[in-house]
């Protein structure tokens, strides 16, 4: 079953504080792993996306994946008012499969 | 890359009605999507389409929906006879010609059914 599971927030931080975003996922077949960013009102953004576990850096954003225990976190350094939006984390198998959404975390970062 | 380009943004209709939502991914790419996304809810996919066939659909995506590239541009979502759940913002996307896996996403249209 496909199936990727998101706190919903509300997650409100102040400014400058480091942000973690987590994940969870049931099916050990997903091998890409997406976050993206969506902020009222608009389609969801590309952050960042990896290939199986490990570690990916983007500027102030880190994404990781623990296959073994089918974790996803996505980690947010100094973190800005510009950063408060919905931080959705998705799976997809190989090929033109569906990509699958977590509910989406509402981040807010208090200035 | 280009965005996706969305129409009409908002739509309001009365239940029963056909709907069709446009989508202008750019020609020359292979892999398209439409996902929905219910008020307050998870976005959802809906279908994939690739080289001009459905290539993928979930639950959701029953008799009432159907999917063209009429032209070789557009890529619309057809909804036969709206239904009051229907209502939701509906997202297209475009794969990356580089990997199905990346998609960019349009702004979304809005149904609303009344």
């Known amino acids: 079953q496909k199936e990727v599971e998101q706190d919903p927030g509300p997650l409100s931080v102040p400014e400058g504080a480091i942000v973690s975003l987590n994940c969870t996922y049931s099916?050990?077949?997903?091998?890409?792993f997406m976050w993206y960013r969506q902020y009222s009102r608009k389609g969801p953004e590309l952050l960042m996306y990896?290939?199986?576990?490990g570690n990916k850096e983007d500027g102030r954003f880190t994404a990781q994946v623990d296959k073994s225990s089918k974790y996803i976190s996505l980690f947010i350094r100094d973190s800005q008012p510009s950063d408060s939006a919905t931080y959705l984390c998705?799976?997809?198998?190989?090929?033109?499969?569906?990509?699958?959404f977590g509910k989406g975390t509402h981040l807010i970062i208090q200035p | 890359e280009p965005e996706v380009t969305q129409t009409p943004s908002h739509q309001v209709t009365q239940m029963g009605q056909e709907v069709i939502l446009r989508c202008v991914p750019i020609?020359?790419?292979?892999?398209f999507y439409w996902y929905r996304q219910i008020l307050g809810q998870k976005v959802e996919f809906l279908v994939s389409?690739?080289?001009?066939?459905?290539?993928?659909k979930s639950e959701i995506f029953d008799d009432q929906f159907s999917v063209e590239r009429p032209d070789g541009s557009n890529f619309t979502l057809k909804i036969r006879s709206t239904k009051l759940e229907d209502s939701a913002m509906y997202f297209c996307?475009?794969?990356?010609?580089?990997?199905?896996?990346?998609?960019?996403f349009g702004a979304g249209s809005r149904l609303t059914v009344l």
């Open positions: 998705g799976t997809i198998g190989g090929g033109a499969d569906g990509l699958t």
């Open positions: 099916n050990s077949a997903f091998q890409y």
């Open positions: 990896t290939y199986s576990s």
């Open positions: 020609s020359n790419h292979l892999y």
């Open positions: 389409f690739y080289n001009n066939e459905i290539s993928e």
């Open positions: 996307a475009r794969g990356s010609n580089s990997g199905a896996n990346v998609l960019t």
